[in-house]
């Protein structure tokens, strides 16, 4: 498994891997495109790094475990994020009434990538409403009085990239 839980990885960056649950047996690690990432062994631990042109590509990497002469094998797909391209904004609601609530949901596109990358997003709001609950890829929004409110989204893996939307408070 991943240390971080994860099994996605920039362009250029590192994730560590673990064989858990074992301690008396070696680990034997191998990933199957040395094009896409390198990997370096330690033991029961290893450290993958994705080269800086894999973006949206994967690798799998595996481990083949011994224990007393019997061996298993283990496998795990890895994948590059793309570059985030745009986010797309769909909010449950056009109109609300004061004291009334929208949820707003963000979809994170990437280039090139298989799997994506971090679809989670900032959200900052402005106008007459306030972010009653906030996750990272959708907020819902309590609206304090008429007016127009404007939710935006940010990409937290590119901050460049953003998406607004306005809803009517009636």
């Not at 858990?20 to 199957?32: F, H, L, R």
């Not at 450290?47 to 496998?75: D, E, P, Y």
């Not at 090139?112 to 009653?132: E, F, L, M």
């Amino acid at each position: 498994y991943t240390k971080s839980g994860k099994n996605t990885v920039k362009p250029g960056g590192s994730i560590i891997l673990i064989v858990g649950g074992v301690s008396d047996c070696t680990a034997t690690w191998k990933i199957n495109n040395t094009k896409v990432a390198t990997i370096k062994p330690n033991g029961l631990k290893a450290t993958l790094t994705m080269k800086k042109g894999s973006a949206g590509k994967s690798v799998t990497v595996s481990a083949t475990l011994n224990r007393k002469g019997k061996t298993v094998t283990r496998n795990l797909k890895i994948y590059c994020t793309g570059k985030v391209k745009s986010i797309k904004l769909k909010a449950s609601k056009s109109n609300v009434k004061k004291g009334k609530k929208v949820t707003v949901k963000a979809t994170v596109k990437y280039s090139g990538a298989r799997n994506g990358g971090s679809k989670d997003v900032t959200w900052k709001v402005k106008g007459p409403g306030t972010i009653s609950k906030k996750k990272e890829t959708s907020c819902t929004i309590t609206a304090k009085k008429k007016g127009t409110i404007t939710v935006t989204a940010i990409s937290k893996q590119d901050k460049k990239v953003k998406k607004t939307i306005k809803i009517k408070v009636q």
